[in-house]
């Protein structure tokens, strides 16, 4: 079957850096995205990656290794506002998303 | 877990037709549904809100006479597109809320809809 695994929560300290991990075991890959999503509202885009490597956009960075089935968040210089739910979702080979669960981070002053 | 499932996966249509998806939570109840659509690497962008039972909530923008959504049941809503054009073309995601704890939000695995 496909699976998408991602920790359930976690928790940092405002200022720090964490890493939010992702794999995936899916029928054939086209993309992995990852959405930010607070609650009541919709998922934010923050990123896709499809070729291997380290993608940065300011303090958000994603990383992706197809051949370990694998990709993290990395969220620089945190703040408040960055307390939410941290989704990763894989295009598979039909072009269907496979969405992991979520991963609640929490924000600690 | 819980599982949302949409029907159909693909499909193709041609200008004027309309097509129906269907959004089914498959082993729990959802008062809530959510319509996304997502053109590529995008966010997504939240349609209408459905609740069982009741008239959906249409986000500013979203046309209601031509997203036509009907949520009959705690397990099924479905999303008419009216009168397609290729401009509707795109990738339409649902998301359900379970009734009972713990108030998760699942998301289906998409409808891409192509417009010819």
């Known amino acids: 079957g496909q699976n998408i695994d991602q920790p359930t929560e976690m928790t940092a300290t405002e200022g720090a850096i964490v890493q939010i991990n992702c794999t995936y075991q899916?029928?054939?890959?086209?993309?992995l995205f990852w959405y930010q999503q607070h609650a009541g509202e919709a998922p934010t885009f923050l990123s896709y990656?499809?070729l291997d490597g380290l993608e940065e956009k300011g303090r958000f960075s994603s990383f992706l290794s197809r051949s370990k089935g694998y990709s993290y968040l990395l969220l620089k210089e945190l703040q408040m506002k960055d307390s939410a739910s941290y989704l990763c979702?894989?295009?598979?080979?039909?072009?269907?998303?496979?969405w992991g669960a979520g991963t609640k981070l929490i924000i600690k002053p | 877990g819980a599982v949302v499932s949409q029907h159909p996966s693909r499909v193709i249509c041609k200008s004027g037709t309309s097509v129906k998806i269907e959004c089914r939570s498959l082993?729990?109840?959802?008062?809530?549904m959510f319509w996304y659509r997502q053109f590529p690497k995008q966010s997504l962008m939240l349609m209408a809100t459905?609740?069982?039972?009741?008239?959906?909530?249409?986000e500013q923008g979203v046309e209601k006479d031509k997203f036509l959504i009907n949520h009959a049941s705690l397990t099924l809503s479905t999303l008419t597109v009216t009168s397609a054009h290729p401009e509707d073309s795109s990738f339409y995601i649902c998301?359900?809320?379970?009734?009972?704890?713990?108030?998760?939000?699942?998301f289906g695995p998409g409808t891409r809809l192509t417009v010819t």
């Open positions: 998301s359900a809320i379970s009734s009972g704890e713990p108030y998760e939000q699942y």
């Open positions: 082993d729990f109840q959802a008062t809530t």
């Open positions: 459905s609740n069982e039972g009741s008239k959906a909530t249409y």
């Open positions: 899916t029928s054939g890959f086209n993309g």
């Open positions: 990656n499809v």
């Open positions: 979702a894989v295009v598979d080979s039909n072009y269907q998303l496979i």
